[in-house]
């Protein structure tokens, strides 16, 4: 979790950005509210998910760089100089990448309904080194659902996964643009 506060304050930030622009607002067509935490239950030494134990970083980075700060009935942080409050919703049943954007997907889309999910672009935040294949993913799920893909931002993250080198990511998102198979064998891994 070392290199997860200086992403997390990246993401913070980032969203402090969007959220500048005032209550229920939208910023260049992105969805700004809510957010999805993704991440599975990938480290059998914890029963927490990624998405669990990332929620309390998150809520401290917020914290550190707001002092209007409060965690109400499941809404995290109240902006400063507006009323926009964020629903943090947590994406916590996936395995990998795929499934994380997938799942991540349906819950925006049962959270805000069809038609709310659709007037908006989808911006997808990640970590820099794997911003090539979720933006791959990203790009083809959403058109799968019929949703506008807003984009994928890259924030610096430390890491010391084995495959979090850059290099290791492109060969990913390659193997996804090449062969969109693979990317339904992933859904159903």
Not at 166 to 189: F, H, M, P
Request: charged share 20%; with cysteine.
């Amino acid at each position: 979790m070392k290199g997860y506060w200086q992403y997390l304050q990246g993401v913070v930030e980032f969203i402090s950005r969007l959220a500048g622009v005032g209550p229920g607002r939208k910023l260049g067509g992105a969805i700004v509210s809510p957010i999805v935490l993704c991440g599975g239950r990938t480290n059998p030494a914890t029963s927490l998910s990624e998405a669990e134990s990332v929620l309390p970083i998150l809520t401290q980075a917020i914290s550190t760089r707001y002092q209007d700060f409060r965690n109400v009935s499941g809404m995290i942080g109240v902006w400063p100089s507006s009323s926009l409050t964020h629903d943090v919703l947590l994406e916590n049943k996936s395995s990998n990448t795929a499934q994380n954007i997938h799942n991540a997907l349906e819950q925006l889309l049962n959270f805000l309904g069809e038609d709310r999910c659709r007037e908006g672009r989808i911006l997808f935040v990640c970590d820099a080194v794997r911003r090539f294949p979720v933006w791959v993913l990203a790009r083809h799920l959403c058109d799968e659902k019929g949703l506008r893909f807003g984009g994928v931002v890259g924030l610096p993250r430390r890491d010391i996964h084995s495959n979090s080198k850059t290099w290791k990511q492109v060969l990913r998102g390659c193997r996804y643009l090449l062969r969109s198979d693979l990317i339904q064998k992933e859904l159903n891994a």
